[in-house]
């Protein structure tokens, strides 16, 4: 039984070219991309399925006024791709925000005529953060569909550490504040049909919670407390891309072990490393073959549905009631 891939990205011909076009510079040239690239590392890495997806910059460049046409052409593209390979590709669809009736328009378009697995979002969009009170008919519409919203991390705003590039640290960083700003609003909770998935194991959330959650309990509201911060979290779903198994001990304690999947970030993560990880976790005796199970496919399974573009189990959304 193959490995799920639920952080596999891809990069259209037509995307690229309008990165191009708005003169995007993400700091390293994009790296090159392809079906059979995807499908070679795919079967190197013994990946039955990847579900696809966009990453950063999305589909809002400048003012956004092209982003639900670009997310348009993003996500048909990646419907083509799993039309063609059903077998063997899914997707998360990009969406316009921060318009959010744009992006209601493209969920729709997406879930019901195109077949997706869910959404993906970044992390912040221009500075702006996943607001629980503007996104709020968002969150509504995927608790009331049962899907999962993919959370990507991108550029933080505010200046960078010279010889630190973003995907070193501030990715993981820009995770935890999105998840914090979240766990806060106890939005996991309230649209508790809807999955959200955290890439990179969550960034440094695993190792810090107890930080975290103290903090967030003393800040917030008087009737907010510690566990109420924890169990938010402990709500996510959590990939594993670029994550090294000495992460997974703090990992499991915050997600339990039906709730953290596998990922590979190709091919924003370059060649060897994400071989590398995939054999770390594959040879660590420590973590045993049922737990290796559930992380490979198991939990994706339960997750997206028997294959990528449809429901979750039934099981899964009478749990997270």
Same mark, same amino acid.
């Given at each position: ?27 390293? &040239?994009?790296?090159?991309? $392809? ?7 795919? #079967?190197? *890495? +013994?990946?039955?399925? %990847? /579900? ?30 799993a039309k063609d390979r ?11 925000? &921060?318009?959010?009736?744009? $992006? ?7 879930? #019901?005529? *195109? +077949?997706?697995?869910? %959404? /993906? ?91 975290l959650a103290s903090l ?106």
């Open positions: 039984m193959g490995r799920i891939d639920t952080h596999h990205h891809i990069i259209p011909p037509e995307y690229r070219r309008w990165l191009q076009r708005r003169g995007y510079d993400a700091g390293r &040239p994009l790296p090159d991309w $392809s079906v059979p690239g995807s499908l070679a590392v795919m #079967d190197e *890495l +013994g990946i039955d399925r %990847a /579900v696809t997806s966009v990453s950063r910059p999305g589909v809002t460049l400048g003012d956004g006024s092209d982003a639900p046409q670009v997310a348009r052409q993003v996500n048909e593209f990646c419907a083509e791709l059903p077998d063997r590709f899914g997707f998360f669809a990009s969406l316009p925000l &921060p318009d959010v009736a744009a $992006s209601l328009v493209e969920l729709e378009y997406a879930l #019901d005529a *195109l +077949g997706a697995s869910g %959404a /993906v979002v970044l992390t912040n969009v221009d500075g702006h953060y996943l607001d629980p009170v503007r996104y709020e008919p968002l969150f509504a519409e995927l608790h009331r569909r049962g899907s999962v919203l993919f959370i990507h991390p991108t550029h933080p705003p505010g200046p960078l550490v010279d010889g630190v590039p973003p995907m070193i640290a501030d990715f993981l960083l820009d995770t935890v504040r999105a998840a914090c700003k979240l766990a806060q609003a106890h939005v996991m909770s309230t649209y508790h049909q809807a999955r959200f998935l955290l890439s990179h194991g969550g960034g440094f959330l695993p190792y810090a919670v107890d930080r967030l309990a003393y800040v917030g509201p008087d009737d907010e407390t510690r566990h109420t911060v924890e169990a938010e979290l402990s709500r996510c779903y959590y990939d594993i891309a670029l994550t090294g198994t000495r992460a997974l001990p703090s990992l499991l304690s915050v997600a339990g072990p039906d709730r953290i999947v596998f990922g590979s970030d190709f091919p924003f993560a370059p060649s060897p490393l994400p071989q590398e990880f995939a054999a770390a976790f594959d040879t660590d005796t420590s973590l045993g073959d049922e737990l290796r199970r559930k992380i490979n496919r198991d939990n994706a399974t339960a997750l997206l549905g028997d294959r990528p573009g449809s429901r979750p189990h039934a099981a899964v959304l009478d749990q997270e009631g």
